[in-house]
């Protein structure tokens, strides 16, 4: 593999990629709904195949497509809505109810408090620096999924135009390829990122469908209710990698001490919840995607840390998609394979 050599071809590398990164997050609004959008044709481009052998003109059927991405959100939202603001008039009676019944935790975190204390006392920190860290990522994560509503729209926008003349820009961009072989290779790289991340969103799609279904049927046999509702937040979640499933623990717990009587009834959800995402994220998904995606694990987590710090919620969703797109171009231009053979896992 080819290392480069040229100091200043690197220093100035450094420096682009750095105002790269810099445009990124100073043009988040605009940029993370095309991304969005870029990885949502992918995975619909098949279908627009499909629709195009059925004699369906291109414009209708990138308008169908919209139309239904719009259609299953809008769904989803309705059939959520009422049992979110009914489990959310419960959680004011809720709280104090958990605290309570984790109060055989009190010692332990009495303990961790403590050093914790000891901790900030001995390297200087500001007393509250903890909370503040705390209030600081709350607010991120609200800010970022307000951001991923309001560019809900642009991304629909920028999808539709992406699928009528999305190829346009491949053809250009063969077009001005000097060699046949540079020519070749563009070809090559558009095809593979279609195929490869096709899959990969059609394989998570699909297993986080059957951990929505299994959450709904776990939510519904210990009592807790609304199937729907904690399916629908399962399936979501899913899609948010570490993140996500951590979230969804958090959540189950709550809503386990909101319906259940008993201590380890409070318990029980969350437990179920976090056994089929092992399951399904340590053991079925990993089994299906090893052929197509190896990614090195320390480079998904930082990759997710820094998409979230960079866009919020959308860049955690798109950030493994993202990771992966970076490889297979990095694995088939010479200059940059020893960086794709850095993320292989």
Known sequence: MPLPADAKAIFLGGIFFILFLAALYTAAEIVWPLVFAFVLSLLLNPLLRFLDRLHVPRVLGALLLVVAVLALVVGLGTAISGPAASWAAKLPDGLPRLFQRLRLLEAPLATLQHFWQRLEDFAGWQSGANSSVGSALLTKLFTGTGSFASGF??????????????????????????????????????????????AYLVTITVMNAAVGIATAAVMWLTGVGDPVLWGTIAFLLNFVQILGPLLGVLIFLLAGALAADGLWLTFLPALLYLGIHLVEGETITPMLLARRFTLNPVMVIVSLVFWFWMWGVPGAILSVPMLAITKIVCDRVRPLAAFGHFLEG
């Open 153 to 198: 729209f642009t991304t629909l926008l920028f999808l539709f135009f992406l699928l009528v003349a999305g190829e346009v820009f491949l053809q250009r961009l063969v077009e001005i390829m000097p060699r046949f072989s540079s020519k070749r290779q563009v070809v090559d790289i558009a095809k593979h990122i279609e195929s490869d991340i096709s």
